[in-house]
T-cell receptor
Framework: AQSVTQLGSHVSVSEGALVLLRCNYS??????LFWYVQYPNQGLQLLLK??????LVKGINGFEAEFKKSETSFHLTKPSAHMSDAAEYFC????????????FGTGTLLAVQP | DAGVTQSPTHLIKTRGQQVTLRCSPK?????VSWYQQALGQGPQFIFQ???????QRGNFPDRFSGHQFPNYSSELNVNALLLGDSALYLC????????????????FGPGTRLTVT
């Protein structure tokens, strides 16, 4: 079975500060890992994905994440937060196979203070 | 290039009623998945349709059913609505990857907000 755990349901940072959103996964097969962002009253937008290539993955809007197998982690970072980054962020895992269904964490709401 | 579209945007129903939600996949995609996102929660997988058949199902009762049409669009039907069915219903489309490399990128629509009173 697969699962993801997002540590911290709410994270608040100052504009210009480092953003770090934590995600740990559990998977019995080599995982594919994803970070999605959801703005209020909108669907999900893919930020980045790990599909067993490079362990450091760069995404859109300056975000990146590093796959660490030894720590079963896939934390999302951004060097300098912008006000526009305020949103909910979801980590998800997929085991591949025919259906590629996504299993999501409970989300982390990021607030950016001026 | 149109992305994933869903209709309606919002819907209010009464307990016991039935509802149909619709989804058109991104151009070139042939697979549609449905997710339920309750307030304050992450999306949960309902089922996936490929070649007009349900390929996999999550932990949802039979009240939830679906259909995929030859043009790859899809419907989600929920019968005998319960208050707990109130949620944002998300449709995601992707291109089936069997034999075509492993990409597994799913594109999500804006969702349908269902309120059951």
């Amino acid at each position: 079975a697969q699962s993801v755990t997002q540590l911290g349901s709410h994270v608040s940072v100052s504009e210009g500060a480092l953003v770090l959103l934590r995600c740990n996964y559990s998977s019995s097969v080599p995982p594919y890992l994803f970070w999605y962002v959801q703005y209020p009253n909108q669907g999900l937008q893919l930020l980045l994905k790990y599909t067993s290539a490079a362990t450091l993955v760069k995404g859109i809007n300056g975000f990146e994440a590093e796959f660490k197998k030894s720590e079963t982690s896939f934390h999302l970072t951004k060097p300098s937060a912008h006000m526009s980054d305020a949103a909910e962020y979801f980590c998800a895992v997929s085991g591949g196979g025919a259906t590629n269904k996504l299993i999501f964490g409970t989300g982390t709401l990021l607030a950016v203070q001026p | 290039d149109a992305g994933v579209t869903q209709s309606p945007t919002h819907l209010i129903k009464t307990r016991g009623q039935q509802v149909t939600l619709r989804c058109s996949p991104k151009s070139g995609h042939d697979t549609v998945s449905w997710y339920q996102q309750a307030l304050g929660q992450g999306p949960q997988f309902i089922f996936q349709y490929y070649e007009e058949e349900e390929r996999q199902r999550g932990n949802f009762p039979d009240r939830f059913s679906g259909h995929q049409f030859p043009n790859y669009s899809s419907e989600l039907n929920v019968n005998a609505l319960l208050l707990g069915d109130s949620a944002l219903y998300l449709c995601a489309s992707s291109l089936d990857q069997l034999g075509a490399g492993r990409n597994y990128e799913q594109y999500f629509g804006p969702g349908t907000r269902l309120t059951v009173t």
